[in-house]
């Protein structure tokens, strides 16, 4: 269902390289470019793409990963809603070879070269907060790389969970974590499959269903509803340190 004008103004004042423009600017650009509603599983870009556009994620969370030479896929990152990224030599984006695919019900709006040029000569700290979220991201996953790099499978599987529980880790009750503890319990939104949760590691698909049983047999962890949901906070912390 189309957002108002109003809604598609208010979302794109919450994508922080926004922020500087004025109110007018916001409502001019929610005019200029339309959005794209993506299902669950829908596929935003492939590689034969090949033009240069931005996307800013409005709402949802999408996947952006590569398919190797045995044909599995490997995600390079998990974005989630006001961020942006996509095909730009101006920016320094660049989705070459990449595929891009919507892991929850998404919006996305499309800017084209002219549009980003036109947006930094009217403010160019937009520019400037563009640079910094690109130094940001490479820094972010750099540091992912590094945390998972000699670890073993259920190591990295732990690590990965935490940064779940950090990016879209929704607080449990007590009720809802149908047990009384002392620590607290987290649900992971997103429903990702035993084969995403391998693509963002490194590893195969019944390397993480092992991993994953490892996890739950130390209470740091259970599958309900095909949700994960992170029982023991610092059991999880203990076994991604271990490997």
């Known amino acids: 269902m189309p957002m108002s004008l109003k809604e598609e103004i208010r979302l794109l004042s919450m994508v922080d390289i926004l922020g500087p423009l004025s109110d007018e600017d916001m409502e001019d650009l929610a005019k200029r470019t339309p959005d794209t509603f993506l299902e669950q599983d829908d596929i935003l870009y492939t590689p034969k793409e090949g033009t240069e556009r931005l996307f800013i994620l409005k709402k949802g969370r999408v996947q952006v990963y590569e398919i190797d030479a045995e044909g599995e896929e490997i995600t ?28 929850t019900p998404s919006t996305v ?24 979220d690109l130094a940001e991201r490479l820094h972010a996953s750099e540091r992912r790389y590094a945390d998972i790099v000699g670890k073993d499978v259920p190591a990295r599987l732990a ?15 007590l009720v809802d974590s149908e047990r009384v503890v002392s620590t607290q319990s987290y649900r992971i939104p997103t429903r990702y499959t035993h084969d995403q949760l391998a693509s963002m590691i490194g590893c195969k698909r019944v390397a993480v269903t092992r991993a994953f049983r490892k996890l739950e047999e130390g209470g740091a962890v259970a599958l309900k509803k095909r949700h994960i949901v992170v029982q023991d906070l610092d059991a999880l912390k203990d076994l991604a340190e271990a490997g």
Do not use: C
Not at 118 to 128: F, N, W
């Open 76 to 103: 390079l990152s998990v974005i989630e809603d006001g961020n942006v990224f996509g095909e730009m030599a101006l920016t320094g984006q660049s989705l070459e070879g990449l595929y891009v695919r919507a892991l």
């Open 109 to 132: 709006v499309t800017l084209r070269r002219e549009d980003v040029e036109e947006l930094i000569r009217k403010e160019p700290e937009v520019g400037l907060r563009l640079v910094r």
């Open 159 to 173: 690590t990965l969970i935490l940064t779940l529980v950090d990016s879209e880790g929704v607080v449990l009750s």
